[in-house]
């Protein structure tokens, strides 16, 4: 009787040690749910180790599932401004457009005012910029792919040849590029005094979108003037 006595304590697992590797094995619960998911472990004295995980898991999968739902609800509402901003920004571009003696100037303001904007650059293309092509064809490097660029990272040089004394204020910035067809026919640089404004994650299909709008709008008053 003794032995079988002993035999049996030997074999007892020890409540601390199984909390302890769980606690330092959180994926051991959820690579073994099916093993785990029945589980009513049995005596109050043995501190329920295994529940206690089942509810933290339950509860850290409820949290990230919260998040994620969050964040795809705030991505389609600001996709959701992005689509009225950019219907508001066209209809303006079109229905003013046409009665504006400097094109540039007015893609400047309204993009500016459309889209919040503390600066907007315009470099229109290599033959409008031959007074400074360095500068023009680093910026024009940059959206080269034809697609939009966000970059909070520029050179405080870089930064004060775009936006000269207003610099100081411009705490992230996109490159654009004026595009009509698949021709790069300039670029614009927005910049922002939001740090979080542009940055490299964004996602740049909206800049594209105004881009093409600029473009389609600046070579349509190029050809009224020939």
Known sequence: MEKSSANKSSSDLDPQDVYDFLEQNPDFIVGNWDLFADFVPAGEEQ???FLK???ETLSERQD???KTIQHLLEVTKNLEQMQDML???SNTLLDQGHSSDDPIDFVVNLVGREFDLERVVVFEGAAANAGKPDLYDE???RVAHRSSICDDRLSQSLLERIFGEDEKSIRSCAFVPILHGVAVTG????GSADAKRFHPELGVL?????GRLVGSYLNGKQQAVE
């Open 47 to 49: 501190g329920n180790v």
């Open 87 to 89: 219907a508001g920004f």
């Open 187 to 190: 670029v614009m640089v927005f």
């Open 64 to 66: 990230e599932q919260n």
């Open 206 to 210: 909206y800049l594209d979108r105004i």
């Open 139 to 141: 910026i024009h490097q």
């Open 53 to 55: 995980k089942q509810i």
